[in-house]
């Protein structure tokens, strides 16, 4: 909260005045500032740099780039054609038109910094392990999680979002193995069964409302 209200004046509100044609986007201490062309951003970079100066900071030497973002009507070249901000990587992707036709645009799609934390908090509820659980106890207990990761990363190129959720679609499987006799160290017919429940359950899940299926 200290750096918001901090840097709302040394960054915001100086850019705001000094770069009003430049418009940026900043969330704590990070943030994104949209040129025009790639004189613009050396002079932006610059003068934000002299501006933290005063204030006795530094942009970070790593983070710090200017990114060209390439797309169908961009075709230049650039060293550095990407960037992460708010969990999101920005990049040339593959899309297509409403009408059917593919071609290169700069999207979002989570980055995989986030889907490798994601991946690490499904592994610490350790689900294999709950064979005391029902599978409605288990939606009840992770539902909430599923769909706050859905609804904040869903929203662009949702079809890297799969994976992930796959990967929790597997340890349910590895719980039904666990729990049920009949399943134990039979995972096709696990990955059957849980099939079947998500055909005739499909809203039981937040994963499987949003179409990750088993």
């Known amino acids: 909260m200290l750096a918001n209200l901090f840097l709302h004046y040394a960054f915001d509100m100086w850019m705001a005045r000094e770069f009003p044609a430049v418009p940026f986007e900043r969330y704590a201490d990070d943030s994104v500032a949209h040129c025009a062309s790639f004189e613009e951003a050396i002079q ?33 070249v650039h060293e550095v054609t990407s960037f992460t901000f708010l969990g999101y990587t920005f990049r040339p992707r593959l899309s297509r038109s409403r009408w059917g036709k593919h071609f290169v645009n700069f999207t979002p799609a989570v980055s995989r910094e986030a889907v490798k934390r994601m991946s690490r908090e499904i592994r610490s509820w350790h689900i294999p392990r709950r064979s005391d659980k029902s599978l409605q106890d288990l939606a009840r207990m992770f539902n909430r999680v599923v ?68």
């Open 147 to 214: 769909q706050g990761w859905i609804n904040y990363f869903g929203r662009f190129y949702k079809s890297m979002l799969y994976p992930l959720l796959q990967q929790l679609n597997m340890k349910l499987v590895l719980w039904a193995m666990r729990k049920y006799k009949r399943l134990r160290r039979r995972e096709r017919q696990a990955r059957l069964w849980l099939r079947r429940i998500a055909r005739q359950e499909p809203s039981l899940f937040a994963h499987w409302r949003f179409g990750a299926y088993p």
């Open 44 to 76: 932006v970079r610059d003068a934000v740099a002299a501006r933290l100066a005063v204030f006795g900071m530094e942009l970070h030497p790593d983070k710090t780039r200017i990114v060209y973002c390439k797309d169908a009507d961009r075709r230049g």
